[in-house]
């Protein structure tokens, strides 16, 4: 996204000549492009206040906060949330409860938008495809809080669609799916297959319309059949794009959606449903333990950057392009 | 590809099973939300005998003539409107006159703090130290909670500063030979020429407050300042009695109140969908692409 942070920015750009070749003293520079700086102020101030000051904020994971005495005047008490993070009762089933959604993600949400691209892909009438495109993107744009109230609404005891057609037509028991803890897990999975498969596809499919069209025809004119065009030709296609996502998506793999999650929880499937975001949420926001919250935030936050950073060097390794 | 490619009966049969498997993908996509709609429309009781349907036998606007009768509702929706639209003009505004000077390369100091940038997307100081410096700004409670913290998406600040390195220098220089200041240049040069990215990132932001859960669900305790999503979220869940308890009537359309309160928070989108789905699509692929 960024390759040319790597070079610094040697030759002045073609607008300048002869202003900015070498290096010219700090001072200068800002007078001479003080609208230009003047114009990054406001970002940079957003930057400070709203990301750089919470990262200073961390700290207070190594301390007794209190609100009262602030960051500098409250007692540090070196590792010791972490230590009841480690060892309390709550991180085994937090860890549990993250890494179960994360594999149930890598094989069901992740293969999907593939699938659905190289179905489309095989879909020659181009009306039939631009509306079905159409329509599978919707449930992107549908926000989680929406798709939860769909969820309440089709699985209601008394008047959900699919609740009823369970109990009505398939003779099955009543049951308050989205109260029971056994369909958590399932319902959170469905809810993001339902949403993000169609748009997922556009990736893929940008990748599989840049197949020569020759390559097809060659392969025909050797009497390849439809099978063999799709293993040899349209698969290799999207293999370095499916190895990028894959490693996107690992980097990824402790950020269970806040929001979906949070939504889908109840009194009754706590239990199966907090993972480390809510987790924070609850301990740190209803429950006021913010020292405790922010270290829990802060290791899983470690984590992920750590994740991301392999994940990263990995794709370079395989011989792919990096995120930076 | 339109060359019409040998036919056997397999080829055949795989694609009227192809066109049928994607046909009923895009139905489950779209029935839900149609079925809402036309519950949205129907009587209680109806509601409460027919299993599914996407045309009401009954046609009534009870619940919508119930909803605009509230106040609880119609705030909420005020609320929604103004913060999306004051918020989307903020951040467009922000991310614009960051990304411009980031985008002159002969700008020193320009690596650093694209650098500085580009850290927040890997690690971040995360939900409680964040909510503390909201609180200590004194905006809890606040709508520019629901803005200011989020004003500059990193992504998108980064496309915005690819596009505007690549519009062509020769304009801009020829502005400043004509003595224009780099804000005229900015302003009478370079934001008519990116219209088209205003635009898509306008539409990314709005979507973003319109759809945004998290923040109210932080920031804001006061009922009275709910935004919709919080409000859909209130009626439909599993507490939901206690929500509806709270409203100030006697007597409502329980089930239909449901309906319409999720038809009415999704309206604006599906509204806008024709735009978006051009707009976004090319986002993802600017954002996917282009390095």
Redo the contacts between chains.
């Keep these: 996204m960024a390759t040319d942070l790597a070079k610094p920015p040697v030759q002045a750009a073609p607008s300048e000549p002869g202003r900015a070749s070498g290096r010219v003293p700090f001072r200068t520079a800002l007078r001479r492009y003080r609208w230009l700086y003047l114009m990054l102020v406001p970002g940079l101030v957003y930057f400070a206040v709203f990301k750089y000051l919470p990262m200073y904020g961390l700290t207070i994971a190594f301390q007794d906060f209190v609100p009262f005495l602030g960051y500098s005047g409250s007692e540090w008490v070196g590792f010791k949330h972490f230590e009841a993070l480690f060892t309390g009762p709550d991180f085994g089933r937090l860890m549990f409860n993250t890494l179960f959604l994360a594999v149930l993600t890598v094989l069901f949400v992740f293969p999907a938008p593939i699938v659905v691209a190289l179905m489309l892909n095989e879909l020659r009438v181009s009306v039939l495809k631009r509306s079905i495109q159409s329509l599978i993107y919707i449930p992107h744009f549908l926000s989680w809080a929406i798709v939860a109230s769909l969820t309440y609404l089709l699985l209601a005891v008394d008047f959900g669609v699919i609740a009823r057609f369970v109990h009505d037509l398939v003779g099955g028991p009543k049951v308050d799916y989205v109260a029971q803890p056994d369909w958590f897990r399932p319902i959170i999975i469905v809810q993001t297959l339902w949403k993000a498969t169609g748009w997922g596809t556009i990736i893929y499919l940008a990748a599989l319309a840049g197949v020569n069209p020759n390559l097809y025809e060659a392969a025909r004119m050797d009497g390849a059949g439809r099978w063999r065009q799709f293993w040899h030709i349209t698969l290799p296609t999207i293999r370095p794009t499916i190895v990028v996502m894959a490693i996107l998506t690992s980097g990824n793999l402790l950020d269970a959606s806040f929001e979906q999650i949070w939504l889908m929880t109840n009194s009754l499937n706590r239990s199966v449903a907090d993972v480390f975001d809510t987790y924070v949420y609850y301990i740190g926001i209803t429950q006021g333990a913010f020292s405790y919250s922010t270290a829990v935030g802060l290791f899983k936050g470690v984590a992920g950057a750590l994740l991301i950073f392999g994940s990263n060097w990995l794709a370079k390794r395989l011989g792919q392009r990096g995120l930076f | 590809?339109?060359?019409n490619?040998?036919k056997?009966f397999g080829?055949r049969v795989?694609?009227a099973l192809?066109?049928l498997?994607?046909?009923g993908?895009?139905l489950?996509?779209?029935l839900?939300?149609l079925?809402?709609l036309a519950?949205s429309f129907a009587t209680e009781s109806e509601?409460?005998t027919r299993?599914?349907f996407l045309w009401p036998e009954k046609f009534v606007t009870d619940t919508y003539a119930y909803i605009f009768g509230t106040d609880t509702f119609v705030r909420a929706l005020v609320t929604t409107i103004c913060v999306t639209a004051v918020g989307t003009a903020v951040q467009v505004m922000?991310?614009l006159?960051?990304a411009?000077?980031?985008a002159?390369?002969?700008?020193?100091?320009?690596?650093l703090?694209?650098?500085?940038?580009?850290f927040?997307v890997?690690?971040?100081?995360?939900?409680?130290?964040?909510?503390?410096?909201v609180r200590d700004?004194g905006l809890l409670d606040s709508y520019w909670a629901l803005i200011?913290?989020l004003?500059?998406n990193p992504?998108y600040?980064?496309i915005v500063k690819s596009f505007f390195q690549e519009l062509p220098?020769?304009l801009?220089?020829s502005a400043?030979i004509d003595g224009c200041?780099?804000?005229g240049v900015?302003f009478k040069i370079v934001l008519p020429l990116s219209k088209p990215v205003i635009a898509t990132f306008s539409l990314f932001y709005a979507?973003g407050i319109?759809?945004?859960?998290?923040s109210p669900?932080?920031y804001i305790d006061d009922s009275s300042k709910w935004t919709l999503?919080?409000l859909?979220?209130q009626?439909?869940?599993?507490?939901?009695e206690n929500a509806l308890a709270q409203l100030d009537s006697v007597f409502f359309p329980a089930?239909g109140l449901?309906?319409a309160?999720?038809v009415i928070?999704?309206l604006p989108?599906?509204l806008f969908?024709p735009f978006?789905?051009k707009h976004?699509?090319k986002g993802?692929?600017i954002?996917?692409?282009k390095?």
């Design positions: 590809m339109s060359v490619h040998y056997s080829s795989f694609d192809n066109i498997l994607l046909t993908l895009a489950v996509m779209i839900p939300l079925y809402v519950g509601i409460a299993p599914f922000l991310t006159t960051m411009y000077p980031l002159k390369r002969y700008l020193p100091g320009r690596t703090v694209l650098n500085l940038v580009i927040t890997v690690f971040g100081g995360g939900m409680i130290p964040t909510y503390l410096v700004l200011l913290p004003a500059i992504f600040l980064i220098q020769a801009e220089e400043r200041s780099e804000m900015f979507v319109w759809n945004d859960y998290m669900l932080l999503q919080v859909v979220r009626f439909t869940s599993a507490d939901a089930e449901k309906f309160v999720v928070a999704t989108i599906l969908y978006l789905q976004f699509a993802v692929l954002g996917s692409v390095e």
